[in-house]
Every structure is written in structure tokens, then in C-alpha cells.
């Protein structure tokens, strides 16, 4: 997460700071299954389980950064990619396996895009609701980022 820019360290999070974990799968002949527990499958103490359902087909959500909360996203059913960028570097991740999970530190602008029809994206995250950990303008993102730099 420590960064050099112009001779500064810079200590916040890059969108090479975003994993991608390969979840546990036992293989059954009724069927597969997977479990996350807390620090152990996802760098975190998940506090908060929520999931999007019924995306129409190449439509997009997401596309906000987080103050405090990390989140790990995994793609229940479906695929759909997630658009990173942290200001400088950007990246995109596919998800498309139930078993994959992303993980998305706070400070990282993150998008959701191109879900497939059907799509369940499961999101464990690490703090509870509070819409003042989000920041939902890029603008006021860059600007965030920025003083974060300088603070």
C-alpha cells in the first residue's frame, strides 16, 4: 500500500492492493460448496452481508470509493467486471466463478459493470451501513485522494 510519488511516501491503497482470492471448494457429487469465514478467507471481520440481484444485463452499479469500509466482492451466480481505479492506475477484474472474491480496500474507486443476465453480486464488507463512508462523485474522489496525500 506504501507508494513513492515525486520523492513522497504515500500510504493509501492502489488498485494493486485490490486481490483477487481463490475461495475453498468442496466438491460434492450433489453439489459444490464454499464458505468465507472472517480473517481467515477474506482479510477482514465482515460485519455487513448484502447482495444485487435482478441487474438487467450489461447494466451497471457500484461506482463509488469507501473512507473505512473494505469490501469483498464475489459473483454468486453470473459474471460481471469490476472497473478499479485509484486515481492514477486503473484495472479491471472479471469475476465469473463463485468461488473467486475480490477485495476492495477503502479508498479504491470501484464499478461494477457488464453483468451477465441473472447476476448475483454478494458483498461481505467490513463495516456496517453509514453513507458517510461513501463517496459516491469522482470529482470529490480525486479530491479526497488528493488530500489524503497531503495529509
Known amino acids: 500500500m506504501k507508494t513513492i510519488e515525486n520523492g513522497i511516501i504515500k ?12 475461495l475453498e471448494k468442496n466438491h460434492e457429487p450433489e453439489g459444490n460448496l464454499t464458505f468465507v469465514y472472517n480473517d481467515v478467507h477474506v482479510p477482514f471481520d465482515v460485519k455487513r452481508v448484502f447482495y444485487s440481484y435482478d441487474i438487467p444485463g450489461g447494466e451497471s452499479r457500484g461506482a463509488h470509493a469507501h473512507k473505512e ?3 469483498f466482492l464475489i459473483a454468486a451466480s453470473g459474471s460481471f467486471e469490476v ?20 477485495h476492495v480496500p477503502p479508498g479504491v474507486w470501484a464499478a461494477e459493470q457488464g453483468f451477465s443476465s441473472g447476476s448475483i453480486c454478494l458483498v461481505l464488507a467490513s463495516e456496517g451501513y453509514s453513507e458517510d463512508d461513501y463517496i459516491r462523485n469522482y470529482d470529490e474522489y480525486l479530491e479526497y485522494i488528493k488530500i489524503q496525500n497531503n495529509g
Open 11 to 22: 500510504d493509501r491503497p492502489t488498485v494493486f492492493d485490490c486481490g483477487l482470492y481463490t
Open 69 to 71: 469500509c473494505h469490501q
Open 83 to 102: 472497473a478499479l481505479d485509484d486515481g492514477v492506475n486503473k484495472r479491471t477484474v472479471l469475476l465469473n466463478r463463485p468461488f473467486y472474491g475480490l
